[in-house]
């Protein structure tokens, strides 16, 4: 088996062998994974990695069972021995009435659209070594920052391919890029750190690293000589890349299998006000360039770019094959899965559409308040929409930036929060999920 040239030949084989032991279904996915990692560290080389992977994954099923397992190791051997325990694996797990492949009618059919998430561009690492380096330089241009815990820059492929014994038949080729800059400003126990950075699909569309260090250095000098608040109920603006943590709680809320077990705080809230009138919350799969974009998810499933709130009101869950059966429902193509687990829903290109205030005039606005632009910890209940988290920032007096605030917590329900927030006009695409800057009209900041 291992010396087949193409992956199809590969995983056909590999699904055949597991029918002929005496599954009922199976799907096979071919990963190959390239890249390399330059980190510099005070202006000297400090690390260079290269996680190159290939692999093989394979989901088998005996009636309503089903078990999924991986290797790395093709050899001819290895692969039937792989074949040997999914079989006796799946034939004693335990049932699931709603395990299974995809419907053949949601399958992508005919070649797969061209999503420009694959540059060919393979940069030397010497060339992401000076990248680095530049990134960092830029950074301590400025006086105020007294020591690095590192600049990086990176170039990652990988190609997928995926089979079933239904017929489905994927494959797609995919890039990123990266470079970024952590710094540190002041000393002692006065010391305060920041970072930037830029990631792209293709090369040529990365921000200079001059400019991310740059940002780096003044994100960090302006969080020097922090102060303290005492605890009071003020307006909150999360600045947009801590905004997007609260869109990624909202995706966890509308999970489909979370959902199903009743166990999210918007289970009873389809087609109801979720949030403001007017906000749009959309993921759209099929992004140009988009660092998550897919042609078909982790099923086979064709994807599509879909609201899931249409001016403020709940109009789908985030749904894969599993989690659509038990709600009697059709799958939303946003199936997910690594090469030894099942599939689970998950967002891809997952963003809120801008405002039309600016995030400076947004400040302007608050008067007195707090702007958020960092989060720690994870206090955030989807059971019940508890939301409590340690925030950083900038506080706000007469509509200007004041000073730096930290060791402060933030709370509310995220239920209140999602209906009572505004956004900025700042979107920015820099991962899966995005948002603009972020208004809440009240919150609770706990802090002496």
């Known amino acids: 088996m291992a010396e087949e040239n193409q992956p199809f030949d590969l995983l056909d084989k590999v699904i055949q062998e597991t029918l002929k032991a005496g599954c009922d279904a199976a799907e096979a996915v071919f990963v190959n994974l390239d890249g390399v990692s330059v980190t510099v560290r005070n202006g000297k080389l400090e690390q260079v990695e290269r996680p190159a992977e290939t692999a093989l994954g394979l989901r088998a099923f005996y009636g309503h069972r089903q078990t999924s397992l991986s290797t790395s190791d093709l050899s001819q051997g290895a692969l039937e021995k792989l074949v040997e325990q999914a079989a006796a694996i799946a034939k004693i797990s335990p049932e699931d009435p709603y395990c299974g492949l995809a419907c053949k009618e949601e399958l992508l059919t005919g070649p797969a659209r061209d999503l420009q998430i694959f540059d060919p561009t393979t940069p030397k690492t010497e060339a992401l070594r000076d990248l680095a380096l530049k990134a960092e330089a830029a950074a301590f241009e400025e006086k105020a920052i007294s020591n690095s815990e590192g600049a990086e820059a990176s170039w990652n492929k990988a190609t997928k391919s995926h089979l079933t014994s239904t017929g489905f038949q994927g494959s797609t080729s995919s890039s990123s890029f990266q470079i970024s800059a ?133 109009k789908s869950w985030l749904l894969d094959c599993p989690s659509a059966r038990e709600l009697g429902l059709k799958t939303t193509g946003h199936a997910s899965r690594s090469l030894a687990g099942v599939p689970h829903p998950s967002p891809t290109n997952f963003y809120m559409e801008n405002g039309e205030v600016s995030l400076n005039d947004m400040i302007k606005n608050v008067g007195t308040g707090f702007l958020v632009t960092e989060l720690i910890g994870m206090g955030v209940n989807l059971v019940t929409g508890d939301y409590s988290r340690g925030a950083t920032g900038f506080w706000i007096e007469k509509g200007e930036i004041a000073y730096p605030v930290n060791e402060v917590t933030i709370a509310g329900n995220l239920k209140d929060m999602f209906l009572n927030l505004a956004p900025a006009s700042d979107l920015e695409f820099k991962g899966a999920v995005n948002a603009p800057s972020l208004l809440l009209g009240a919150m609770t900041v706990a802090g002496t």
């Open 182 to 314: 952590v710094v540190i400003a002041g000393k002692d126990d006065g010391m305060e750190r920041d970072y930037d950075y830029s990631v792209s699909r293709y090369f040529q569309d990365l921000e200079p690293a001059e400019k991310i260090g740059h940002s780096a250095a003044e994100r960090t000098i302006k969080r020097l000589n922090p102060k303290k608040v005492s605890t009071q109920t003020v307006p909150v603006i999360f600045e947009k890349r801590a905004a997007a943590s609260l869109l990624g709680h909202f995706s966890g809320a509308i999970n489909g299998a979370q959902v199903a077990r009743g166990v999210t705080f918007l289970k009873e809230t389809m087609d109801m006000p979720v949030f403001a009138k007017g906000i749009d919350i959309i993921d759209d799969p099929l992004r140009i360039r988009g660092l998550a974009s897919r042609p078909f998810d982790g099923e086979g499933v064709a994807t599509e770019k879909r609201h899931f709130i249409k001016s403020g009101a709940l």
